[in-house]
């Protein structure tokens, strides 16, 4: 046989055997599937989207060259533009586009059952995310590694280069918000996981110190120092919680989202080497260790799906999240499927490191494939618990309330059987005193790794919960940090336009004006999702969610605009099918958000809900007084306009694309394509 | 052991550019090549250095 006739017939058995695999999981009846099946369905739709369509994509349509000099080459400065070996830099990638969001978002999807979350991270992935962060990162490397705001400009015009900075920061907002919530929700009342946690604090100066005076610039063994430290603040959690200093770390969700912004405040005015760089390396090499002990886990044990396939919430009346399948199924899992925020990191560092064009194909598009892989991971995770514990865990207490028993049987009426003591025991087990309303996805994501480490270490169920927070919530305390600096020279720049001084970021004055603002922002929104019975992850992550697709939207609009200057309008339906499918997904939910006559849906209608037992003169449950009645209506008003003006950026910058695309397709207008020039590889022929 | 200690050194390096930290060895042997007869800087310097250019630029290197 040819080699054409092997790879033919190797690709036949590989896509039959993901049809079996997707079979199985669609239409397996009984109690339990194996999550084997859930793994075949993935690699094989990974291997297969990666073989044909990315190839199809990075020759036919980009036409990768590798005799076409990249970025490193021509500038190679050994600092940022350095040739950097293909797999480091897949591994460079990944580190920075992993974080937090795959890990919950499937969490939450859980609610509806396995399949529709998976059967979305996989098809969405393939045709969109994957794509996205493909084409992002080519496009930035035929641009010297120009940012996507810069491409923006460049490519379609400055009103959507400002709008898009704009967007970012508002996304930037609601991101650090949204995973503040989550780590607080997972440390109330724990003291054991918030003494490991503020641990951090103290173990990064020390790390920063050393780095710093004691062995200037080593920073391997800086973290190395930090990660022992670690695990002992681990191990002393556990021996905290145990003694009579527990009360001093148990603390109510107020205290901690009040604690999370001034740490948030101070960190991003502090300087960088004290606090901010150490924690980003101790988060990084305790995510990528992991990511990596979870896949292990679950290769190992393969433990059985206990969710059904479809539960009955795809009508929209689940607890997690509210609203049916379409739309929000769509924004709920972001990270993992497609995430805007992608667009970013490759139009970041990466682009300038690519040692060869045709490696974009394996680090952009294999990249996100790696991340898409860590969502089916959480899906698996979440879907392996018992299902009455999943919703014990994952239920708002406006859902069912705030007592072991009653949360028992609210949850076994929706027809998943549960005990009292099954909750308590968990619980107990896990060394906590209550896992009710562990909302935002990390405490579920931590049981069930917990379960599965203990499975193969024999034991220690409550260490590897704690390592599992432990975890989560220091690359999210990271997240914050950076998050709120780099939104701090977001603001500075957007002002800038307006006041010019404001852009100064070595005025110390104006820095820590900028963080301020940066932090009440994210801070309002943290206090209000705390202490508004309906906010919370329940409101916040759809707005996260709806954010975040927006600007995977407007990522594919600019490239678009590329593609049809490049002349390659014919193909541009690569990039045209999941910008449709997110502006129809987003502006759907976004809409919905805001317009729905459903008050568990609408703010506005949930605003006018209030507002009627407000004028009647009526304080209704969970709000206990006027005050917090008032509250809840400016909230909904709040929320609804940082909506609207999500749509409107993303309107917008569309509408200043479909402008470009016009005059080029129809009035035959000549505009450039804002390349940097042609420069031949060294030692390779013009074409290649 | 050599070999050892080369592939040592190779490791370092990759998890240095993996996790975006500062190289100080790399600089040294560009600033060689590039600089021919100027004084690098020392390493806190260029430790200082890099965590400036990455953490204080604005430039968004991470993900949610």
């Known amino acids: 046989m040819g080699k054409k006739a092997v790879s033919i017939a190797v690709w036949t058995v590989i896509s039959i055997l993901g049809a079996i695999a997707f079979a199985t999981l669609a239409w397996h009846r009984g109690e339990t599937v194996s999550a084997a099946w859930m793994i075949v369905a993935a690699v094989v739709t990974y291997a297969v989207a990666y073989r044909f369509y990315s190839k199809f994509i990075g020759y036919r349509v980009f036409g990768l060259n590798d005799g076409r000099a990249t970025p490193a080459q021509v500038i190679n400065d050994g600092k940022d533009f350095v040739p950097t070996n293909r797999w480091v830099l897949f591994g460079h990638h990944f580190a920075a586009i992993a974080g937090a969001g795959p890990l919950v978002g499937p969490v939450l999807a859980a609610q509806m059952g396995y399949l529709p979350g998976t059967l979305w991270i996989l098809i969405g992935v393939a045709l969109a995310g994957a794509v996205q962060d493909f084409v992002v990162l080519m496009g930035s490397m035929r641009r010297n590694g120009k940012s996507l705001g810069q491409m923006a400009k460049d490519e379609i015009g400055p009103v959507a280069g400002v709008l898009g900075a704009l967007g970012i920061f508002f996304i930037m907002i609601i991101l650090i918000a949204v995973l503040a919530m989550v780590v607080v929700n997972a440390l109330k009342g724990s003291p054991w996981g918030t003494f490991t946690i503020a641990m951090t604090i103290p173990i990064a100066i020390i790390m920063g110190l050393y780095m710093r005076f004691v062995r200037p610039g080593k920073v391997l063994e800086g973290s190395l120092i930090g990660l022992v430290l670690l695990i002992l603040a681990l191990i002393g959690g556990q021996a905290v919680a145990n003694s009579s200093l527990a009360p001093y770390f148990t603390f109510s969700g107020q205290t901690l989202a009040i604690l999370m912004m001034i740490y948030g405040f101070i960190a991003s005015v502090l300087p960088v080497w004290l606090l901010l760089a150490p924690r980003d390396y101790l988060s990084s090499f305790l995510k990528i260790g992991t990511i990596f002990l979870l896949a292990l886990g679950i290769l190992l044990v393969l433990p059985n799906l206990k969710m059904p396939s479809v539960s009955r919430f795809v009508d929209g009346t689940g607890p997690v999240f509210a609203g049916p399948l379409f739309p929000f199924l769509f924004i709920t899992i972001a990270c993992g499927a497609v995430s805007g925020f992608h667009s970013l990191v490759s139009s970041g560092t990466t682009p300038k490191m690519l040692e060869k064009e045709s490696h974009a194909r394996f680090i952009g598009f294999g990249g996100m494939l790696m991340e898409s892989g860590v969502g089916i991971m959480a899906m698996i995770a979440a879907c392996a618990l018992d299902p009455g514990v999943y919703f014990a865990m994952n239920s708002p207490a406006a859902a069912i309330g705030t007592d072991v028993a009653n949360a028992a049987h609210v949850i076994s009426s929706w027809g998943f059987q549960v005990t009292p003591d099954q909750i308590t025991n968990l619980a107990k087990e896990v060394g906590e005193k209550n896992l009710l309303s562990r909302t935002g996805g990390a405490p579920t994501l931590a049981v069930g790794m917990a379960s599965l480490f203990s499975h193969f270490f024999g034991g220690f169920m409550a260490f590897w919960y704690h390592f599992a927070i432990l975890f989560e919530a220091v690359f999210i305390l990271t997240t914050i940090d950076a998050g709120t600096r780099i939104g701090r020279f977001m603001l500075q720049d957007l002002i800038g336009n307006v006041y010019k001084p404001f852009a100064n970021t070595r005025n110390y004055g104006f820095n820590v004006i900028a963080s301020a603002i940066t932090v009440a922002g994210w801070g309002y929104f943290l206090y209000q999702g705390v202490t508004d019975p309906y906010g919370g992850i329940n409101s916040l992550w759809a707005l996260f969610g709806i954010a975040n697709q927006m600007l995977a939207g407007i990522a594919f609009a600019v490239v678009t605009t590329i593609l049809i200057k490049m002349g390659k309008a014919r193909y541009s339906w690569v990039t045209i099918v999941p910008m449709v499918w997110l502006l129809v997904t987003t502006l759907g939910a976004g809409l919905m958000k805001v317009f729905s006559g459903d008050p568990k849906i609408g703010f506005y209608a949930h605003a006018a809900l209030i507002q009627k037992s407000i004028d009647a003169g009526k304080v209704v449950a969970p709000m206990k007084d006027m005050g917090q009645m008032h509250e809840v209506v400016f909230n909904d008003h709040l929320d609804a306009i940082v909506t609207l003006v999500f749509v409107a950026v993303v309107v917008l910058v569309v509408l200043a694309a479909l402008r470009i695309w016009y005059k080029v397709l129809f009035k035959k207008e000549r505009i450039a394509l804002q390349e940097s020039e042609f420069v031949p590889a060294q030692g390779a022929s013009a074409h290649a | ?64």
Do not use: D
């Open chain 2, 1 to 64: 052991m050599n070999q050892l200690i080369a592939a040592w050194k190779r490791l370092n390096t990759h998890v240095k550019t993996i996790f975006g930290m500062p190289n100080y060895e790399r600089y040294l042997e560009h600033h060689r090549q590039a600089h021919p007869g100027e004084t690098p800087m020392s390493e806190r310097e260029y430790y200082m250095y890099c965590l400036k250019e990455r953490y204080e630029s604005g430039k968004v290197t991470r993900c949610c």
